[in-house]
């Protein structure tokens, strides 16, 4: 008998812990939402504020916990040069858009992180390549 009340008294405070939990969480989200609502347009959120706001909302599960996770480094521009170099000299014919489709096609970031290549970021790249001698002028791309 007294096994039995021990775990209806375990499980009482076990139901309780978890009520004050959810109510604390529902506290934070009006919080963050009333935050949100009530904000002016163009309110500068300084760094500190920025991310404290994030990792509630984080906690709260309404954000994924990996954006909070440190940017991606950048890639060495001179790997890229290298990379780009040696498209050209393995397919001399080969177009701006072309070497933008094997380098996004193999998952390389662009010198400032992104995803997407443009010709304009392919032709500083061969540029700098022809600068350094890594490729001679053959009028490709």
């Not at 021990?6 to 529902?26: F, G, N, V, Y």
């Not at 397919?91 to 992180?113: F, K, W």
């Amino acid at each position: 008998m007294r096994y039995r009340e021990r775990t209806e008294e375990e499980l009482k405070r076990a139901k309780t812990i978890s009520e004050q939990a959810a109510a604390a969480q529902r506290r934070q989200f009006d919080e963050l939402e009333s935050l949100y609502h009530t904000a002016p347009i163009g309110l500068a959120v300084f760094d500190r504020a920025l991310i404290r706001a994030v990792r509630r909302l984080a906690a709260v599960g309404l954000v994924r916990q990996d954006v909070l996770d440190p940017a991606p480094k950048r890639v060495d521009s001179n790997d890229l040069v290298l990379m780009v170099a040696g498209l050209v000299r393995a397919e001399p014919s080969i177009t701006l858009d072309g070497i933008a489709r094997r380098l996004q096609g193999m998952g390389q970031r662009t010198p400032r992180g992104g995803l997407r290549w443009s010709r304009s970021s392919v032709k500083n790249l061969l540029d700098r390549a022809k600068e350094q001698g890594l490729v001679r002028d053959l009028g490709a791309a």
